[in-house]
């Protein structure tokens, strides 16, 4: 990022020159470019405002945290694009404004001198004024500031949406690992801890035991779903014909 002399940067703006009596020559440049980007921010950088229905639906429908961070970066996204086509377009104007201003400006008297040589002339218009005029650290200047308080936002929430999808996934790995307590828990887990299930429930006890040991189950943890297993025939027989139909599509039974 370019630095400013005798600035600090944050959220956008310059900290250093806040009246107008401490501005002098060595921090001229500082203020100007503070009152550029504050009339800027204030003037393009417009954000709807949420009304009270909005708020009010906000605090009593708490919405999923990650959908909202998702919303959050995609808007976040879009304005920062928008704000840097507004950027772009006043730079456009400012630019044509200034060099038409020197250009009205510039000392055609100094053309009309007799004797002036071509090559002169031509060293007069390729190193006048126009040519001294240098914008480009003011747009980097103006981009850096935008492009800063973008990713300030942005990251932020990227980080968070980082760690909620982490917290998920361990939840979800936990949940899946975990013995069903009933039916719909047993439909709802993938199809390989299906066939884990399926197979503690139609082992004999000592198999039940290796299983046990091997998925890091307690008994306890099995109670629930093993009684509707005995009470309930036809989930039973859904069970053993899901567990039969591996065993037959599998070429080595003995891996299930």
């Given at each position: 990022?370019?630095?400013?002399?005798?600035?600090?940067?944050?959220?956008s703006?310059?900290?250093?020159?806040?009246e107008?009596?401490?501005?002098?020559?060595?921090?001229?440049?500082?203020?100007?470019?503070?009152?550029?980007?504050?009339a800027?921010?204030?003037?393009?950088?417009r954000?709807?405002?949420?009304?009270?229905?909005?708020?009010?639906?906000?605090?009593?429908?708490?919405?999923?945290?990650?959908?909202?961070?998702n919303?959050?970066?995609?808007?976040?996204?879009?304005?920062h694009?928008?704000?840097?086509?507004?950027?772009?377009?006043?730079?456009?104007?400012?630019?044509k404004?200034?060099?038409?201003?020197?250009?009205?400006?510039f000392?055609?008297?100094e053309?009309?001198?007799p004797?002036?040589?071509?090559?002169?002339?031509?060293?007069?218009?390729?190193?006048?004024?126009?040519?001294?005029?240098?914008?480009?650290?003011?747009?980097?200047?103006?981009?850096?500031?935008?492009?800063?308080?973008?990713l300030?936002?942005?990251?932020?929430?990227?980080?968070r949406?980082q760690?909620?999808?982490?917290?998920?996934?361990?939840?979800?790995?936990?949940?899946?690992?975990?013995?069903?307590?009933?039916?719909?828990e047993?439909?709802?887990?993938?199809?390989?801890?299906?066939?884990?299930?399926?197979?503690?429930?139609?082992?004999?006890?000592?198999?039940?035991?290796?299983?046990?040991?091997?998925?890091?189950?307690?008994?306890?943890?099995?109670?629930?779903?093993?009684?509707?297993f005995?009470?309930?025939?036809?989930?039973?027989?859904?069970?053993?014909?899901?567990?039969?139909?591996?065993?037959?599509?599998?070429?080595?039974?003995?891996?299930?």
């Amino acid at each position: 990022m370019s630095s400013h002399e005798n600035s600090d940067l944050t959220n956008s703006f310059f900290r250093g020159c806040t009246e107008s009596t401490e501005i002098n020559s060595t921090n001229l440049q500082t203020a100007l470019d503070a009152h550029r980007i504050a009339a800027f921010t204030i003037a393009q950088k417009r954000r709807s405002i949420p009304d009270f229905e909005e708020l009010e639906k906000a605090e009593t429908e708490p919405e999923d945290e990650l959908k909202l961070i998702n919303e959050r970066i995609t808007l976040l996204g879009d304005n920062h694009l928008k704000d840097l086509e507004r950027l772009y377009t006043i730079q456009a104007i400012n630019y044509k404004a200034e060099v038409k201003d020197q250009y009205v400006s510039f000392n055609e008297s100094e053309l009309e001198v007799p004797g002036t040589e071509p090559s002169v002339i031509e060293e007069i218009f390729a190193n006048g004024p126009v040519k001294e005029f240098s914008i480009e650290n003011t747009w980097n200047n103006d981009y850096d500031l935008i492009r800063y308080t973008y990713l300030s936002q942005v990251l932020g929430l990227q980080k968070r949406r980082q760690q909620i999808q982490a917290q998920r996934e361990r939840e979800r790995k936990e949940f899946e690992k975990q013995f069903p307590q009933t039916t719909e828990e047993f439909e709802s887990k993938p199809m390989d801890m299906q066939i884990r299930v399926a197979r503690f429930l139609t082992a004999e006890k000592a198999q039940k035991e290796k299983l046990l040991s091997e998925f890091d189950w307690a008994w306890r943890q099995t109670e629930a779903l093993e009684k509707i297993f005995k009470a309930d025939q036809l989930f039973a027989s859904e069970v053993r014909s899901m567990l039969l139909s591996v065993v037959q599509s599998s070429r080595d039974p003995r891996r299930l």
